[in-house]
């Protein structure tokens, strides 16, 4: 019988390609988002997981459902038999949370408690979670590394990301019975090679590479570089860019894992590689063969100059690695933003 993974967040960018990993390695994802950031297509299905099922050609279990949302988390624990819960839902927009650090630590903060709960009451004690390098903060060495000290985050949304460890991590300490594998992302870009799925920001871009492809399609006039004053090779900022189907095979490398009862364990997923903006900008110019117009602007709150991973330790422990290069990422995400050019 094919073991039922719930996947909070699945209709998102990362989630969706998670969900495509989950069912090509055999199990039955069941996911969960309130369409925060996620388009509704036809037979009440995100847009992004109807394509899913196109891919995969079986159907994906969906149910609309907001985390924070304890009765209807109850409802759904009892309704199915998870062996693990991926944990993705969540706010994620570093320059949002600068401005409204309240309402990241209610969603981000309590639906994550509430899940939590929910996953004790009904005997669920295996979690994979959606954590990010912001939880770093302003680096003290290259590259990090999962000793690397946290907690000194320049943004709510990192902040967050690093309490919700710190309450994992303690629940893991407390009741021996819990396994959890804290999955820390650096910049996830691309799409599947299918063309079909990929990320569509709602609103103006949050992140370079959208808004980038954007500008090389003609949705957007130019691009915005915050700062050219780094103590970087071109004065950009520098980060670890890695191809989101890497990200999501690095999930089902987690869940085998969890399977080993391996307690509290933290892997950063990255290539160990730092590109500025300006080699990412030239990296899409060759995939597109468009000119990508950009205009350079001031710095913005909350961004650090360099940050790129060690990733040896997810290499050594979870037998991962990321296999694409910046050329794959970038010919992908172009693939889907022509493909796409107003998104889902």
Same mark, same amino acid.
């Given at each position: 019988?094919?073991?039922?993974?719930?996947?909070?967040?699945?209709?998102?960018?990362?989630?969706?390609?998670?969900?495509?990993?989950?069912?090509?390695?055999?199990?039955?994802?069941?996911?969960?988002?309130?369409?925060?950031?996620?388009?509704?297509?036809?037979?009440?299905?995100?847009?992004?997981?109807?394509?899913?099922?196109?891919?995969?050609?079986?159907?994906?279990?969906?149910?609309?459902?907001?985390?924070?949302?304890?009765?209807?988390?109850?409802?759904?624990?009892?309704?199915?038999?998870?062996?693990?819960?991926?944990?993705?839902?969540?706010?994620?927009?570093?320059?949002?949370?600068?401005?409204?650090?309240?309402?990241?630590?209610?969603?981000?903060?309590? @639906?994550? #408690?509430?899940? +939590?709960?929910?996953? %004790?009451?009904?005997?669920?004690?295996? /979690?994979?979670?959606?954590?990010?390098? !912001?939880?770093?903060?302003?680096?003290?060495?290259?590259?990090?590394?999962?000793?690397?000290?946290?907690?000194?985050?320049?943004?709510?949304?990192?902040?967050?990301?690093?309490?919700?460890?710190?309450?994992?991590?303690?629940?893991?300490?407390?009741?021996?019975?819990?396994?959890?594998?804290?999955?820390?992302?650096?910049?996830?870009?691309?799409?599947?090679?299918?063309?079909?799925?990929?990320?569509?920001?709602?609103?103006?871009?949050?992140?370079?590479?959208?808004?980038?492809?954007?500008?090389?399609?003609?949705?957007?006039?130019?691009?915005?570089?915050?700062?050219?004053?780094?103590?970087?090779?071109?004065?950009?900022?520098?980060?670890?860019?890695?191809?989101?189907?890497?990200?999501?095979? @690095?999930? #089902?490398?987690? +869940?085998?894992?969890? %399977?080993?009862?391996?307690?509290?364990? /933290?892997?950063?997923?990255?290539?160990? !590689?730092?590109?500025?903006?300006?080699?990412?900008?030239?990296?899409?110019?060759?995939?597109?063969?468009?000119?990508?117009?950009?205009?350079?602007?001031?710095?913005?709150?909350?961004?650090?100059?360099?940050?790129?991973?060690?990733?040896?330790?997810?290499?050594?422990?979870?037998?991962?690695?990321?296999?694409?290069?910046?050329?794959?990422?970038?010919?992908?995400?172009?693939?889907?933003?022509?493909?796409?050019?107003?998104?889902?």
């Amino acid at each position: 019988m094919a073991e039922k993974i719930l996947v909070t967040g699945g209709a998102g960018y990362i989630g969706s390609h998670c969900v495509l990993e989950l069912v090509e390695a055999g199990y039955v994802p069941v996911v969960i988002d309130n369409f925060h950031n996620a388009i509704r297509g036809a037979d009440m299905l995100p847009e992004s997981l109807r394509r899913v099922q196109q891919i995969v050609r079986q159907p994906i279990l969906f149910q609309e459902l907001d985390i924070t949302n304890e009765a209807a988390l109850q409802e759904l624990f009892s309704t199915h038999c998870f062996s693990a819960v991926m944990h993705f839902a969540g706010l994620k927009a570093v320059g949002e949370s600068v401005q409204k650090p309240l309402e990241y630590y209610r969603v981000n903060l309590t @639906g994550t #408690i509430r899940l +939590l709960e929910t996953m %004790k009451a009904h005997g669920v004690r295996n /979690i994979v979670f959606s954590s990010s390098a !912001t939880v770093y903060g302003d680096p003290k060495y290259l590259p990090l590394d999962e000793n690397h000290p946290v907690g000194g985050c320049t943004n709510p949304y990192g902040k967050s990301k690093f309490f919700i460890e710190e309450m994992i991590r303690d629940l893991c300490k407390a009741e021996r019975d819990w396994n959890a594998v804290l999955l820390r992302y650096f910049n996830p870009i691309g799409a599947h090679e299918s063309g079909m799925i990929g990320e569509d920001p709602q609103g103006i871009p949050n992140n370079l590479m959208p808004y980038v492809a954007q500008v090389a399609v003609g949705r957007r006039e130019f691009l915005s570089v915050f700062g050219n004053d780094y103590k970087t090779e071109d004065g950009t900022g520098v980060r670890d860019y890695i191809h989101v189907v890497d990200l999501a095979k @690095g999930h #089902i490398a987690a +869940l085998k894992k969890l %399977k080993e009862n391996c307690g509290c364990k /933290i892997y950063n997923l990255g290539t160990g !590689t730092g590109y500025s903006v300006l080699q990412m900008v030239r990296a899409m110019e060759k995939a597109s063969g468009k000119e990508i117009k950009y205009k350079i602007t001031g710095r913005r709150e909350g961004d650090v100059a360099s940050c790129y991973a060690n990733p040896a330790l997810a290499e050594c422990e979870l037998g991962w690695r990321a296999a694409f290069g910046l050329d794959k990422m970038c010919e992908d995400l172009w693939r889907w933003q022509l493909q796409n050019p107003t998104g889902f």
